[in-house]
Structure formats: C-alpha cells, structure tokens
C-alpha cells in the first residue's frame, strides 16, 4: 500500500510539474486540471491513512526539489502559475492526509 501511495505520488509531481504551464486561450488550463486531479485522488485515498501519508509526502518532497535551482535552471519557473502549484499542491496533499474522516 505505501509503495503504490509512493508510486502515485511521484506520478502526479512529475505530470503536475510538465503540465502545470499549459495556457488554453489565455487560461491556465493545466495547473487547473493538475490541481483537481491531485485533489480527488488525495481524497480518494483517505480510507487508507498510510497510503494517503506516502501519497502527500511523496508530492511534497518532489514538488519542494523540482523548485530548487542547484546552480541551474528551475524545472518550476517563479511566476504566478508556479507559486500556486509549488504551494497549492504541497497545501492540498497535506491537508486532506491529515483532515480527520466525517462520520455520519
């Protein structure tokens, strides 16, 4: 279970990374798309805590390393677009991970 949230964690910074950019007639249709994706499969993942941890550590750690520049270009640009998916994404993951289960 936690291989398959480390798995899929790396699958979506890596795809959110790439697509994050993309402009359709002057909107950022990418970092929506990424944003909402990452959304519903972080809460689809919620029934398993441990998968759910792996999934938002796994985002969090790459997200944070694709923005650093080690003395080269960037892989996630400062401009608008990027803030909000370098720190959207890492907000979103962690907080569905660790927002408690309504029960009714």
Avoid at 78 to 88: C, E, H, K, L, N
Wanted: charged share 10%; proline share 4%.
């Amino acid at each position: 279970m936690v291989l398959r949230g480390i798995f899929a964690g790396a699958v979506f910074a890596v795809l959110g990374t790439i697509f994050h950019q993309s402009i359709l007639s002057g909107l950022p249709f990418g970092l929506g798309m990424v944003l909402f994706s990452l959304i519903v499969y972080a809460v689809s993942l919620r029934p398993h805590k441990s998968e759910s941890w792996a999934f938002a550590l796994t985002v969090s750690a790459l997200i944070f390393f694709f923005a650093q520049d080690f003395g080269q270009d960037k892989l996630i640009p400062a401009t608008t677009i990027g803030y909000i998916w370098s720190y959207g994404s890492i907000a979103i993951v962690l907080l569905v991970a660790m927002f408690p289960r309504l029960r009714s």
